[in-house]
């Protein structure tokens, strides 16, 4: 099946900070989605970005499919930005299933 | 809309018995998905439906674990008999045919 790698696994950053995460898959795809799990546990989505590139607020996301990969891009962190941010992919090829990377931890400290 | 609902939120039960996990979709969403969280192997599909049919359950762990859909707005997923390696969070999403959007996760503990 598809591979999903996120990077880095674990980024620690000081509240005002920007950040920008990564997302590579092995194969073709027809929609990118990135989520942020908050702390509490629960999956938001934040883009649904088959390709080119979207904003909303401190948040950006660019996905070049032709190069298999996508970006998260936040801007003045704040605490509240902390989780994990995931990043899925779907296929469609008769079905319409994720698959998610492994996410990256991001801890904003005040 | 509501968005995904879940019941129940938080469930501990003792190994050996039954659980179920329930879930209504976004109306008008045509897939719905089970995904289960660890730590050990991160967010994994269980299986999904489209149009309330069962079209990929390779996920599905083992014979002790089953879903139905018995309508486009209700799915349950049944644990029977639960045993301690079942704890984790247990998503249900829908999508209208690309995408999906989460439910907030029914954390399962078994002891």
């Known amino acids: 099946g598809i591979q999903v790698e996120q990077s880095p696994p674990d980024l620690i950053l000081q509240e005002g900070a920007n950040s920008t995460l990564r997302c590579n898959f092995s194969d073709s795809v027809n929609n990118l989605q990135w989520f942020h799990q908050n702390p509490w546990g629960q999956l938001i989505n934040l883009f649904y970005?088959?390709?080119g590139t979207k904003q909303n607020g401190r948040l950006s996301a660019t996905t070049v499919a032709t190069e298999r990969y996508s970006l998260l891009y936040i801007s003045s962190s704040q605490t509240t930005d902390s989780g994990v941010y995931f990043c899925a992919v779907e296929r469609n090829f008769g079905n319409e299933k994720l698959t998610f990377g492994t996410g990256t931890r991001l801890t904003i400290i005040p | 809309d509501a968005g995904v609902i879940q019941s129940p939120r938080h469930e501990v039960t003792e190994m050996g018995q039954e659980v179920t996990l329930r879930c209504k979709p976004i109306s008008g969403h045509d897939y719905l998905f089970w995904y289960r969280q660890t730590m050990m192997r991160g967010l994994e599909l269980l299986i999904y439906?489209?149009?309330?049919?069962?079209?990929?359950d390779s996920g599905m762990p083992e014979d002790r674990f089953s879903a139905k859909m018995p309508n486009a707005s209700f799915s349950t997923l049944k644990i029977q008999p639960s045993e301690p390696r079942d704890s984790a969070v247990y998503f249900c999403?829908?999508?209208?045919?690309?995408?999906?959007?989460f439910g907030p996760g029914t954390r399962l503990t078994v002891t």
């Open positions: 439906f489209n149009n309330n049919v069962p079209i990929d």
């Open positions: 970005i088959p390709s």
């Open positions: 999403a829908s999508s209208p045919g690309q995408g999906g959007y």
